[in-house]
């Protein structure tokens, strides 16, 4: 095996350990919202994709399936922190939108993790950190158009 095969299984292996790890971190941190994890990251989400998100955009945001949302999302319906609307332009379609509640909720998620994401990276140089976002993305992108085809 070569020196880059063995760098890029480097790699592969730590992405998947480290990205368990962090949401496993993450998720304990929002034990203090009094929501689940599973509940606080649609919360998330359709906060940062923006009112009137497609749920199957959410669950894919979130990695998981969408018929594994549908239920989180009827709890977060009935905790009145999202609202189901019919979408406008495919009234099969359903789009769902945070309530002042759930925004409110969403706000301090951000506010907690940003500086839980400090605590993580404070040692990372920044430069390293945005090339590890670069080459997360071209990644992300090529991985995208492989499931396209």
Do not use: C
């Not at 760098?7 to 304990?28: E, V």
């Not at 989180?72 to 495919?90: C, E, H, N, W």
């Amino acid at each position: 095996m070569s020196s880059y095969d063995k760098t890029l299984m480097t790699l592969t292996h730590t992405l998947i350990h480290s990205a368990r790890a962090y949401k496993g971190a993450a998720d304990a941190l929002t034990a203090d919202f009094e929501l689940s994890h599973a509940s606080a990251w649609p919360v998330l989400m359709i906060h940062r994709l923006g009112d009137g998100v497609r749920p199957g955009i959410v669950a894919d945001a979130v990695g998981i399936e969408p018929p594994s949302l549908v239920r989180i999302i009827d709890q977060l319906v009935a905790a009145g922190l999202v609202l189901r609307k019919d979408d406008p332009s495919d009234r099969r379609a359903k789009t769902l939108t945070l309530t002042a509640e759930g925004k409110r909720m969403a706000d301090r998620l951000e506010k907690a993790l940003a500086p839980f994401r400090r605590d993580l990276f404070k040692d990372i140089p920044q430069a390293d950190v945005e090339a590890t976002v670069r080459v997360l993305l071209k990644l992300d992108q090529v991985l995208a158009e492989r499931n396209a085809s």
